[in-house]
């Protein structure tokens, strides 16, 4: 079986590791749960390399098997992998406080996002307090072709560290009938991200929704993308007039933390 896992001839490059964090990653919302063969199928190795890999984390509480159904789950203890990257962060615990603030202060919810390769993942939110639910929670991903923050972030990436992660000429994956997934396009939002330092996108990741993202910049270079999304509405000021000059203020402010905890 061709495995899905990168090649790599490096002599330091632990594969069983590599195969063990795969093997993780599967897991999702579409597949909270999966047999032995599924799991195998997905990462792209044999059913008794699989098999290694599922028993050694149970055995260290990461994966949880299921006897009733044949079935493995992730563990909560999973969830430790995800806070040791969030406690990581040098002003996490300044960036919270202030996003609940801006929050509180639009009525509309707020995130700051950061790129992974092509996504964007979420790694702050802060839900306006009249929803009752959020389509966003902390480790959310989308495409950052996708997202307003992505874009922002996009646009201060180099000619060559773009082209590091797309080609020229491919389709980009769409979240809803709105996302841009031409590049030019995308090339045409980032240079726009660029030149005004703030981006205004419509329906691209969730339908009805409008989104407005200005960059956060760590030692001169984009490193985080501070959004706000809010409602379509066709009668009163744009998201953009609303909320734009708070926005900016707060990621201003969150610079700052990060300039001090760097």
């Known amino acids: 079986m061709s495995s899905g896992l990168p090649e790599d001839d490096d002599p330091d490059f632990i594969k069983s590791l590599a195969k063990g964090l795969a093997v993780i990653e599967s897991f999702g919302p579409n597949s909270p749960a999966m047999t032995l063969s599924v799991v195998a199928q997905k990462v792209g190795l044999s059913p008794g390399s699989t098999r ?17 159904d044949r079935r493995f789950h992730l563990s909560a203890r999973t969830l430790q992998l ?22 509180d202060k639009l009525n509309e919810s707020c995130s700051v996002m950061t790129l992974d390769g092509r996504e964007v993942v979420c790694i702050a939110r802060a ?37 590091k992660l797309y080609s020229p000429d491919e ?5 809803t009938p709105f996302t841009i997934n031409e590049m030019p396009k995308l090339r045409e939002q980032m ?15 969730a339908l009805g929704m409008a989104s407005l993202a200005v960059p956060i910049r760590v030692n001169g270079r984009v490193q985080y993308g501070l959004s706000t999304s809010a409602i379509i509405t066709y009668d009163g000021p744009t998201i ?5 000059p708070d926005l ?5 402010a969150m610079e700052g933390f990060f300039a001090t905890r760097v």
């Not at 290694?52 to 009733?68: A, F, N, P, Q, W």
């Not at 953009?240 to 734009?244: A, I, P, S, T």
């Open 240 to 244: 953009v007039d609303k909320y734009l």
């Open 171 to 175: 389709n980009l994956p769409a979240v």
């Open 52 to 68: 290694r890999v599922l028993v050694t984390l149970v055995k260290l509480g990461y994966v949880i098997y299921d006897e009733s």
């Open 127 to 163: 839900t306006a307090k009249r929803l009752q639910r959020d389509y966003m929670s902390v480790g959310t991903r989308f495409p950052a072709n996708a997202s307003s923050s992505g874009k922002v972030m996009l646009s201060d990436l180099s000619d060559s560290e773009f082209e």
């Open 82 to 103: 995800g806070y040791s990257y969030l406690a990581s962060l040098p002003a996490f615990s300044l960036i919270q406080p202030r996003l609940v603030e801006l929050s």
């Open 191 to 205: 240079e726009q991200a660029r030149q005004q330092g703030w981006i205004y996108t419509n329906q691209e990741t």
């Open 248 to 252: 900016l203020k707060a990621a201003k």
